[in-house]
């Protein structure tokens, strides 16, 4: 009967993408189906209400972020710096190599600030906007960006899902992110090499891109003092302010270059926080700048909160017990990391969020990695959950970044990044298998 729901859960999330209708109604359904069988099993509806809250309680720590990120998106808008910041990039663009200088661009700003969604929110809207102008195919951009602002959330110093992973997994930090940082290399030269074939065969016309330089008659830009929001926003990097903290910062200080210097009556300042910025201009270049506000945010913020109730739940009715031994015979059939990369999906899919798809798959591969082998988990789960979940259109993995920097959904069949990690280790995994007649208890994935 569980199984039957989970199958019915994951079919709902699959036909609200097809049909492009809002997540937000296959979550709400999956959590109404799994509190109708926690109450026919007899379970007490106040001790459901009890075993949710604590994950709904944990989500409001990411929605919290989220808003701030759709805040200081409008803001840096308004102040002009991202059109000071679009203007500069094109200095910076190899216009023949556009899409690889995309990727890596995001990677390195990721692997700086150790944030997907805070380089999405920075580097991302940028370069999208820039592609955009340039007339670039928006599911190329958007995949390079994704495929970037990965790189660094699952190999960052300071990525909150790395900590995340190496606690769970009771793995030391330093040795994960050394593991993660092995294991990527092959993966980002081959990314590296798939982008630069296709801005060969999809190109970036800089004769469009430079049309951006007439955002100069909307903003005035040449003030450093533009540039303080985005030096706000970096301080993470160097000092102990959280994220939270910078994000709230950035958005102040924009709001207030954007009243004082760029002279925008306070109200409609305040207005494009949360409707997003736009001006009743007829001007292709600056509605390039549309968007942010709290209302671009507004779905995956719910998709979120409502999520977070889904891991203790499906802990709480047991649903996770018999896919561990699922998953340990799969692992002795096959090799440990093809049974990781399959809860990898499962968990992305159901958890809905890359935080929540980890929490659940740590406990799920309990059995395939037993005590003694936490470095390989935490290199599995670093290599499949923090990944795949940035692939399925229902995750806020995906939702929050694509929302953020304008691009379309399909964009994610474009983030090679997120399919070559996970395939290259499968491969390497399954070689050295064979080639060395390995047993399951000495098979590991290659680090």
Not at 34 to 48: E, K, V, W
Not at 236 to 249: H, N, Q, S, W, Y
Not at 303 to 322: K, N, V
Not at 372 to 394: D, M, R, Y
Request: net charge positive; charged share 10%; glycine share 8%.
């Amino acid at each position: 009967m569980l199984s039957l729901i989970v199958i019915i859960f994951i079919a709902s999330l699959l036909l609200c993408a097809l049909l492009g209708l809002p997540m937000i109604y296959a979550v709400l359904a999956g959590l109404l189906l799994f509190f109708g069988y926690g109450l026919r099993r007899g379970i007490p509806f106040a001790r459901l209400l009890r075993v949710v809250n604590p994950g709904i309680r944990r989500s409001m720590i990411v929605i919290v972020v989220l808003l701030l990120i759709g805040i200081m998106s409008a803001a840096w808008r308004s102040s002009g710096l991202m059109a000071l910041l679009i203007i500069k990039g094109l200095s910076i663009i190899y216009p023949p190599l556009f899409l690889l200088f995309v990727f890596l661009l995001c990677s390195g700003f990721s692997f700086i600030i150790g944030s997907s969604f805070g380089t999405a929110s920075v580097m991302g809207v940028m370069l999208f906007t820039l592609g955009s102008a340039a007339g670039v195919n928006p599911l190329l951009s958007g995949g390079a960006i994704l495929s970037g602002i990965y790189f660094g959330d699952r190999a960052s110093v300071l990525s909150s899902s790395a900590v995340l992973v190496a606690s769970l997994s009771q793995v030391d930090h330093k040795k994960h992110l050394g593991n993660m940082f092995r294991s990527s290399a092959l993966p980002f030269i081959l990314s590296a090499l798939v982008y630069a074939v296709l801005s060969r065969y999809f190109p970036y016309n800089a004769r469009d891109a430079n049309a951006v330089y007439e955002l100069e008659a909307f903003f005035k830009l040449d003030n450093p003092i533009l540039l303080v929001p985005l030096v706000l926003v970096l301080l993470p990097v160097f000092t102990k302010l959280r994220l939270r903290g910078a994000i709230l910062l950035s958005t102040l200080a924009a709001f207030g270059i954007a009243v004082l210097y760029q002279k925008i009556d306070p109200l409609l300042a305040l207005r494009d926080l949360i409707f997003g910025y736009s001006r009743p201009i007829e001007n292709p270049q600056l509605q390039l700048l549309y968007g942010g506000g709290i209302l671009s945010i507004l779905k995956p913020v719910l998709i979120i909160f409502f999520s977070g109730a889904l891991p203790p739940l499906l802990t709480e009715l047991g649903a996770l017990t018999r896919y561990q031994e699922f998953l340990e015979r799969l692992a002795v059939k096959t090799s440990s990391f093809f049974s990781a990369m399959l809860s990898g999906v499962l968990c992305s899919a159901i958890g809905c969020s890359q935080t929540l798809a980890v929490f659940l798959q740590a406990p799920l591969l309990d059995k395939v990695y037993p005590s003694g082998h936490n470095e390989q988990k935490a290199l599995a789960i670093g290599s499949t959950s923090i990944l795949l979940s940035g692939l399925v259109p229902w995750n806020i993995a995906m939702v929050v970044p694509l929302a953020v920097i304008g691009a379309p959904m399909g964009s994610g069949l474009f983030a090679v990044y997120l399919y070559l990690v996970p395939l290259v280790m499968l491969v390497v995994e399954v070689a050295r298998k064979r080639r060395r007649g390995l047993g399951r208890e000495e098979d590991t994935p290659a680090v």
